[in-house]
């Protein structure tokens, strides 16, 4: 049996003044899958990463990245994993080349070894063109795709990556996705993915785990998460001559009506979906009731954040109008 990738005990971490970042996580992620960490900004993120990629000492608890304990054996955690971090500074000075390179010789690389895999990485993340360009001259996403290629210089066989999109455009998070999933279909490296962006853990995770508090709130594949909301929801505007009771009213005959989730309309949790939506349509026709717009929407990552929090996750917005 394959050892997990990560397994954290109880893991905690606090700071000065009784503030708690990371309250008592166990978490176990299998080797060779992707597994996304969704939380909102100050949930305990980045805090979680830095004690795994052993930069912030755990105050309590206990834990394995690549095998190996955080604490007792630190050097042998490094040398297993890659770390990109949202605040990596890298030297405005140098080129993309010269500090691929330097990454090489730091970890040990000859000299004609580092070079090609310089030369490989660069053309993997699409900066091939901008290679020996002053890193200063780099846009945002440049910048990231750079701080990706550094982290796998060595080839490791965890890769944390904390808000790797934040502030990218479309076209940029797009292509980071892309090296991401190839990272795990083709080399078997495992992704442990830090994320405030629903359509981010939805498209690249294959569990995910919500934090929220410092504390576990969720935690499985996309799918089973979004199944344990139930239904879909049905949402009718209502149209002329038709009020928001009249369409609530013949809507309540097939669920549980929404508060809230529809303007100038209802919405209901719809048994059945799409199947069961042409019946409400019909029973709205049947009883005179005018609508201007309907819709059904399946289950997202939001709603889970909401069941499990009581509030919408803070990169849901963001998330959708970057889709």
Partial sequence: MTAPAVETRDLRREYKGGITAVDGVSLTVDAGGVFGFLGPNGAGKSTMVRMLATLLRPTSGSALVAGHDVMTNPGAVRRRIGVALQDAA?????????????????????????????????GRVGLEDAADRRVGTYSGGMRRRLDLALSLVHEPVVLFLDEPTTGLDPTSRIALWDEVRRLNSEHGTTIFLTTQYLEEADQLADRVAIIDGGRIVADGTPQALKAGIGEPLLTVTAGEGSSPDDVARVLARFGRIVPGSAVNGAGVRLPGGSAAMADAVRALDEAGVRFQEIDLAEPTLDDVFLKCTGRHLEGAADAAAGA
Avoid: F
């Fill in 90 to 122: 890298i030297d405005p000075y140098m080129t993309g080349r010269e500090l691929l390179r330097l990454q090489g010789v730091l970890h040990g690389l000859r000299r004609p070894d580092g070079r090609a895999r310089a030369d490989d990485l660069l």
